[in-house]
C-alpha cells in the first residue's frame, strides 16, 4: 500500500512540473510528416498487440510463445494487412485536433474489413489462420486502441491549447483587470453551444463560466464540464462569476424566440452577442464560432416563409438577366440572390462607379463561375440601355434604380421626377422594343397616397407599366412589386441610428408616433423574385411586411442592445417631421388585397390610365420638371396621382428646390 502511494504521488508530482506539457509541445513541434509517421507507429503496435492479447486470453492454459511460434506467419502479416486497409479506408484523413464521433464508425468498418481481409490473405498464401475468436477479441482490442488513441491526442491538444489560461489562474501574482479574461455565459446548451464553447476553448481572453438554457430537463447538468443553470437565474449568476458578456447560440431559434430571450435580456449589466444564424451560415458562409453582435434585425426579424425553388429559377436559369441601380441595397442584393440562381449571364447596371465596382468585385470573389458584365450608365439613357440589352439579348430585368431618400427627393423634386418616373419609362420602353420577356419594377409602399415627391414618382412609375402592359402589341411581361422599409438599406434610420449611438450622440428621431414596415434584404430580394415570376402582366403585388414598428421604440431597443441605457447614456431628440414624411406608411391605395400561391405575397387591383391619356401628361411633366416650375409641377403630379396629397413643408421644400 505504501508502495502504491508513493507511485500516485509521483505521478501526482509530475503532473504539476510542467514536463508533460514541454514534452506534448516538442512531439507537436515535429514536422507533420514525422507526426504522421508516429501515428503509423502507434497503430501499428495497437494491431500487434492486440492480437497477441488475444491469443494469450484465448489460448490462457498454454504458453504464450508457443501460440506466437505457431501463428507466426500470420503474424507477419496483421501489421501490413490492416495497416493498408486503415489507409485505403481513410482512417488517416481526419484530422485528429477535430476528431469527433464520426472516428467511432469509421474505425469499426476499417478493424472488421482488416479482419476479413486478414483471413483471405492468410488463406491464399497458406498460412495458418488465426482462430475466429482471437480475430473477435482481437477486433475488439483494436477498435478500443485505435479510437482511444486518437480521443487522447485530441484531448491533449486541447490541454495544450488552453494550458496557457490554466498557468494563468495558477500565478501567485494576481493579473491586471485588463488582462484577466473575459467571464461568459452561454445562452444555449445545445450542439451550437457546445460548438462555441470549443472554439472559446482556445482563446485565453474568454472563460465559459456557465451555460443557461430554458429545457429544464438539462438543468444541473454538464456540457463541456461546464454546469447548465435556469435562465432565471442569469441575473445571480452574473453576480456570483463577474460575468461581463452573454453570448447567444441558438441559430436554428424562431425569430420570435430570439425576441423572447433578448428582451428577457434586457436591463442585465453585459454585453450582448449572438452567433449567426442558420441562414446566415448558410448562405454567407460564416462558421457557428463567428460572434457577432446582437443586431436589430435579430429584433424586427419575422420568420420567413422558406421560397419555391421553382419560382425563384424561372426569369433567370440558364437565362441572361439585367439589374439596374445594381449597387444599391436592394439592387446588389438581388445579385446576390440572382447568381444562386444559376443565370446564363448576368449584367449589373449602376451609374455609381464605386457602387458598380464594389457589387463586381464582390460577385468575383463569391460567384466565380457566374458569368457577368458590368456597365456603366443612366436609366434615362435609352441608347446606353439598347446597345446593352441588344448586345448580350437580355431577358429579364428588375429595375431596382431609384433615388430614394424622402427629404432629398423632396428638395430636388425635377432631378427625382426625371430619374425615377422618366428613367423608368424610358427603360422599360427600351427593354420591351429589345425583346425583354419580363421586366420587374421594385416600387415602395411610399407609392400609396404618397405626401411626398419620391412616392408620386413611385407611383407614376408602376402607372407607366401598367399603361404600356395593356397596350396589345407589348412583348415586356411587366410586373411590379411593393414594399416598405428594409432594414440596414442605405440611408435608413438603423445605419443612422447606429452612427449616433457609436458616437454617443443623441438619436434624432422626427415623431414619437411614426410607424414603418420592416423587412431584411435577403427576404426581400427572393420575395422580389418570386413575385416576378408570378405576374401575367401590369400585376401589382405586395409583400407581406408583417406588423409595423414604432421607430421610437426601435431607437429605445437599439440603444438598449448597445449596453447603454435610453435618456442617461444616449438621450432621444425629437426634431419634427421633415418635408414629405408621414406618421405611417400603406401598402394598398384602394380594395382588399388578392391572395396568391404563396403567403407573403398578395395581388393588388390598383387603378390605372390608359397609355394614350397617360402620354400626354408625362410629356407635359417631363418638360416641366426641365423647365424648373414648381407650381406647375406640383399641378401635374397631382393631375397624374389624384391621391398625392403634398404637405405644407413638402410643397415649400419644393418651390426651394427649384429656384
Not at 437580355?394 to 423634386?413: D, F, Q
Not at 395593356?470 to 428594409?486: L, Y
Not at 401575367?536 to 421610437?552: A, C, K, T
Amino acid at each position: 500500500m505504501c508502495a502504491s502511494f508513493s507511485i500516485s504521488s509521483t505521478f501526482f508530482r509530475l503532473c504539476q512540473t510542467r514536463l508533460p506539457l514541454r514534452l506534448i509541445k516538442s512531439i507537436l513541434s515535429l514536422p507533420k510528416r514525422i507526426r504522421r509517421y508516429l501515428l503509423f507507429a502507434i497503430d501499428s503496435t495497437i494491431f500487434l498487440g492486440a492480437t497477441c492479447i488475444a491469443l494469450n486470453l484465448r489460448f490462457e492454459d498454454l504458453p504464450l510463445i508457443e501460440q506466437l511460434t505457431k501463428y507466426q506467419e500470420a503474424l507477419f502479416l496483421v501489421i501490413p494487412v490492416k495497416f493498408c486497409i486503415f489507409y485505403l479506408l481513410g482512417m488517416y484523413r481526419p484530422l485528429l485536433r477535430h476528431t469527433g464521433v464520426e472516428v467511432l464508425w469509421l474505425a469499426l468498418k476499417s478493424v472488421i474489413f482488416s479482419e476479413a481481409v486478414l483471413v483471405g490473405f492468410s488463406w491464399l498464401l497458406g498460412v495458418p489462420v488465426l482462430p475466429r475468436s482471437v480475430q473477435i477479441i482481437s477486433a475488439l482490442i483494436t477498435w478500443i486502441g485505435v479510437v482511444g488513441i486518437r480521443f487522447s491526442v485530441r484531448q491533449f491538444l486541447m490541454f495544450v491549447d488552453t494550458a496557457p489560461k490554466t498557468q494563468k489562474r495558477r500565478d501567485l501574482v494576481p493579473l491586471s483587470d485588463d488582462l484577466k479574461p473575459q467571464r461568459i455565459i452561454i445562452y444555449g446548451a445545445g450542439a451550437a453551444g457546445f460548438q462555441l464553447s470549443q472554439a472559446l476553448l482556445r482563446e485565453s481572453a474568454y472563460e465559459v463560466v456557465a451555460f443557461v438554457d430554458d429545457d429544464p430537463e438539462i438543468h444541473g447538468r454538464l456540457l463541456d464540464r461546464v454546469p447548465i443553470y435556469s435562465s432565471l437565474m442569469l441575473r445571480s449568476l452574473i453576480d456570483q462569476y463577474h460575468v461581463t458578456m452573454i453570448l447567444l447560440a441558438v441559430p436554428s431559434a424562431k425569430p420570435h424566440e430570439k425576441r423572447r430571450i433578448l428582451r428577457s435580456l434586457k436591463g442585465l449589466p453585459v454585453k450582448v452577442k449572438t452567433v449567426p444564424s442558420i441562414s446566415e451560415i448558410v448562405t454567407e458562409r460564416v462558421s457557428i464560432g463567428q460572434i457577432r453582435n446582437v443586431d436589430i434585425s435579430d429584433l424586427l426579424g419575422r420568420e420567413e416563409v422558406l421560397p419555391d425553388p421553382s419560382l425563384l429559377r424561372i426569369n433567370i436559369t440558364d437565362k441572361a438577366v439585367l439589374v439596374t441601380g445594381a449597387g444599391g441595397s436592394i439592387g446588389s442584393e438581388l445579385c446576390r440572390q440572382i447568381a444562386q440562381q444559376n443565370p446564363k449571364l448576368l449584367v449589373l447596371y449602376e451609374l455609381n462607379e464605386f457602387a458598380l465596382y464594389s457589387i463586381d468585385a464582390e460577385l468575383a470573389e463569391t460567384y466565380p463561375q457566374i458569368p457577368r458584365k458590368a456597365h456603366l450608365g443612366s436609366v434615362t439613357d435609352g441608347d446606353r440601355l439598347a446597345e446593352v440589352f441588344q448586345k448580350y439579348e437580355i431577358e429579364t430585368v428588375y429595375h431596382a434604380a431609384a433615388y430614394k431618400h424622402v427629404p432629398l427627393v423632396e428638395s430636388n423634386a425635377a432631378q427625382g421626377i426625371i430619374n425615377n418616373a422618366y428613367g423608368t419609362m424610358v427603360t422599360a420602353q427600351t427593354a420591351d422594343r429589345c425583346g425583354v420577356d419580363t421586366f420587374v419594377l421594385i416600387s415602395t409602399d411610399k407609392a400609396v397616397r404618397p405626401t411626398n415627391v419620391m412616392g408620386a414618382t413611385k407611383r407614376i412609375a408602376e402607372l407607366v407599366l401598367q399603361a404600356l402592359a395593356a397596350k396589345p402589341e407589348t412583348h415586356t411581361r411587366f410586373v411590379m412589386v411593393r414594399f416598405g422599409n428594409v432594414l440596414n438599406s442605405n440611408g435608413s434610420v438603423v445605419p443612422r441610428f447606429k452612427q449616433q449611438i457609436a458616437a454617443g450622440k443623441p438619436i434624432t428621431l422626427t415623431h414619437p408616433e411614426m410607424t414603418r414596415y420592416f423587412m431584411s434584404i435577403p427576404e426581400a430580394s427572393r420575395l422580389v423574385i418570386q413575385a416576378g415570376a408570378m405576374g401575367q402582366g401590369g400585376d401589382v403585388f405586395l409583400l407581406d411586411m408583417g406588423e409595423p414598428v414604432r421607430i421610437y421604440d426601435l431607437a429605445v431597443q437599439m440603444i438598449e442592445l448597445s449596453g447603454l441605457v435610453p435618456g442617461e447614456d444616449i438621450e432621444i431628440e425629437i426634431t419634427g417631421l421633415r418635408p414629405g414624411e408621414k406618421l405611417y406608411e400603406e401598402l394598398l391605395i384602394g380594395g382588399d388585397a388578392m391572395p396568391t400561391n404563396h403567403p407573403k405575397i398578395f395581388g393588388a387591383r390598383e387603378a390605372m390610365i390608359s397609355w394614350e391619356e397617360l402620354e400626354p401628361m408625362l410629356d407635359q411633366l417631363f418638360v416641366t420638371a426641365y423647365q424648373k416650375n414648381p407650381a406647375k409641377l406640383r399641378s401635374v403630379l397631382q393631375t397624374l396621382v389624384p391621391e398625392y396629397a403634398p404637405t405644407v413643408k413638402s410643397a415649400s421644400s419644393m418651390s426651394r428646390s427649384t429656384h
